[in-house]
């Protein structure tokens, strides 16, 4: 056994064999930030302080060698091989807090809109998400999709056929009824006064924290592409529509991916990122929505060889109970 030493809460921790550095901590009770817990979107990365770990397979998007060489981990890969010490961002404030639903309805086909108004205002920014605990022992991480510094949190989730969540959303909570949230977590559009256009590839409900970086994109030029296999699945599209006719700032290109699409000679997802302007790569590229198309999407913005931005992906992951109902 190797020990765990996590400064920023203080605690030691025991770590058994070939448990990962997440793993340990969330059993000691470790309220430690992550997300997907595969190495997939990112939301562990971590410095390692101390000691050594291997690190098991994950996506280059969500740790890069260039941020290994400086001493990142992710938390929910590396299992340690001595005693270790680790500490995740600073940015990456975890605490628990109660919210109270004040809004919960269907908006679109299989999408609900959850709006939640915690005790007290919790900061975060555009491209963040929450862990939102539906019932005791179901807990599913969002985006969020409202504007920087409003005091209800708004999300967008899709139903799942079977899923737990979604049959506790549909028939086991009311409005006025609380629910335990943490977070933000995530990477960030607009952390550090970045400058630059904002390009938004989305689709499903990856178009839920678009809406937040629009509502909040510091007079930034935002292009969105998105993409849904059919018509319905664009079910922000009168907003977006608006917007665009409404401020010359922010553009956007609706893609179908369905039937209509299947006889072109490239995909519709390839052909799209292949016509896009360099000038869109130099700033913050954010890529939101399911694990395949994210990692698609991500691969083929990084093959530009015009990219000179940061690529930040959110990655809306199934539970592994609700990807095998």
């Known amino acids: 056994m190797t020990t765990l030493r996590l400064p920023q809460v203080q605690a030691r921790v025991t770590v058994t064999e070939e448990q990962t550095v997440l793993e340990a901590a969330l059993d000691a009770g470790v309220q430690f930030p992550h997300s997907c817990r595969s190495g997939r979107c990112g939301a562990c990365k971590s410095r390692l302080l101390s ?24 938390a929910c890969r590396a299992v340690p091989l001595t ?48 862990e939102i605990e539906l019932a005791p022992g179901i ?37 006025g009824d609380l629910v335990r949230i943490s977070g933000p977590f995530g990477s960030a559009i607009g952390a550090d006064q970045t400058t630059g256009p904002i390009l938004a590839i989305a689709a499903s409900t990856g178009h839920a924290p678009v809406r937040s970086i629009l509502s909040s994109s510091y007079g930034r030029r935002v292009h969105l592409v998105s993409f849904a296999r059919q018509r319905d699945g664009f079910y922000l599209n009168s907003l977006y529509t608006q917007a665009a006719e409404a401020d010359t700032r922010f553009t956007y290109q609706a ?31 954010y890529i939101a929505g399911p694990p395949g198309f994210v990692d698609a999407a991500a691969e083929l913005v990084s093959a530009r060889q015009c990219l000179t931005g940061i690529i930040l992906t959110d990655r809306f992951e199934l539970s592994a109970a609700a990807a095998t109902s």
């Open 51 to 74: 000691g050594e770990v291997m690190m098991r397979e994950h996506s280059p998007f969500a740790l890069d060698v260039a941020e290994r060489d400086l001493g990142y981990i992710l």
């Open 139 to 175: 807990t599913r991480s969002y985006s969020v999709a409202s504007e920087q510094g409003s005091l209800e949190l708004e999300f967008h989730i899709r139903a799942i056929a079977g899923g737990r969540a979604s049959s506790i959303l549909a028939g086991e909570r009311e409005l």
């Open 83 to 130: 005693d270790v010490a680790v500490a995740w961002s600073n940015e990456q404030v975890v605490a628990g807090a109660q919210a109270r639903i004040v809004a919960l309805h269907t908006m679109a086909t299989e999408i609900y809109r959850l709006v939640l108004r915690p005790d007290e205002p919790i900061a975060f920014s555009p491209g963040q998400f929450f």
């Open 255 to 285: 893609i179908m991916t369905g039937a209509a699409a299947r006889n072109a000679s490239a995909s519709p997802l390839a052909e799209a990122i292949s016509q896009l302007d360099c000038d869109l790569l130099s700033g913050q590229v």
